[in-house]
């Protein structure tokens, strides 16, 4: 059988950076004396996959799970995670006195910057994204006035706007590229005044491009990455198309791989949640066996 791995399959920049400041946090909280020692929080699932959670939980870290449970903690450490927060979440930060590690990922924190500016200048924003994403929801935090959520082609056709303001177009860092020029184009088409940026991170394009081309040759195709994550259920999706048998797996334990005869190659990605040992484990379970 010939197995072929994505070179993209995994941890991408940003979780492997807010991965690596809760393991930090924990060793520098471990290193003080125990009366100086500080809870750990992070905002929210430092990423998509409950058994790197569960494996921090068990390190003393614990997950906030919303605005009014931050809002009562008045000592410790809350990790932003790569996903970013909008900007009330650092006000309430500073407000009661709880030091902030940010490991918002800079590709995202720039989309905050972007939107910031450009509503503070009076620019109306576009965020091409789904709407409800915890990065979207940040994103839209960051804006002065009311922002936009377009997630379709059908929702850019029916944007009811004013041509005689400006916009700016920015987009969820996962966003599919085809979609988000599909709907540019609209705007555009509509003869908005838009300045499109085009925030999509090259890790999620690059991953989702070389998942494609493999899917295309591959009889097999699995697609490791937390149901909730909707950057690998993307993936999926796009795997989908190209290759039928497209297996979509948070751990080994839910591979029930049947092979037919005929297939001779196995593909293998996985979406930027998946920590490397759960890939290894599919990937030399798949060369012993098949
Ligand atoms: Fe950052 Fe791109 Fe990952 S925006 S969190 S490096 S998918």
């Not at 000592?75 to 006000?91: A, L, N, T």
């Not at 706007?161 to 969820?172: F, K, M, N, R, T």
């Not at 092979?259 to 979406?271: C, E, F, N």
């Amino acid at each position: 059988m010939n197995v072929i791995l994505a070179e993209s399959a995994g941890f991408c920049f940003g979780v492997e950076r807010a991965v690596n400041t809760v393991k930090e946090q924990i060793l520098a909280q471990d290193n003080l004396p125990e009366e100086q020692r500080l809870p750990i929080y992070t905002y929210g699932s430092i990423i998509h996959n409950k058994h790197v959670v569960k494996d921090f939980e068990d390190k003393g870290v614990k997950v906030i799970e919303s605005i009014e449970e931050l809002q009562e903690i008045k000592k410790g450490v809350v990790i932003i995670r790569s996903h970013g927060v909008e900007k009330k979440i650092y006000d309430i930060m500073e407000q009661n006195h709880v030091t902030c590690v940010d490991a918002t990922c800079p590709f995202v924190k720039r989309i905050h910057t972007i939107v910031h500016t450009e509503s503070e200048k009076g620019v109306h924003i576009i965020i091409v994204g789904n709407d409800g994403h915890p990065e979207v929801e940040g994103i839209k935090g960051w804006a002065v006035n009311r922002p936009v959520v377009v997630g379709t082609a059908q929702e850019a056709e029916s944007f009811d706007g004013d041509p005689a303001l400006e916009y700016c177009i920015v987009s969820q860092t996962t966003f599919q590229n085809d979609k988000f020029q599909d709907i540019v184009a609209i705007f555009c088409e509509k003869g908005y005044n838009v300045n499109v940026v085009n925030t999509i991170c090259n890790a999620t394009h690059e991953r989702q491009e070389e998942a494609c081309k493999i899917s295309e040759k591959a009889d097999i195709m699995i697609v490791i990455g937390d149901p909730n994550s909707s950057n690998s259920r993307k993936l999926y999706e796009i795997c989908r198309k190209e290759c039928e048998r497209t297996y979509f797996i948070q751990t080994l334990d839910d591979l029930h791989l049947e092979l037919p005869d005929s297939a001779k190659t196995v593909g293998i990605t996985a979406g930027a949640s998946t920590p490397n040992n759960i890939i290894e484990e599919v990937q030399s379970y798949v060369r012993r066996n098949f």
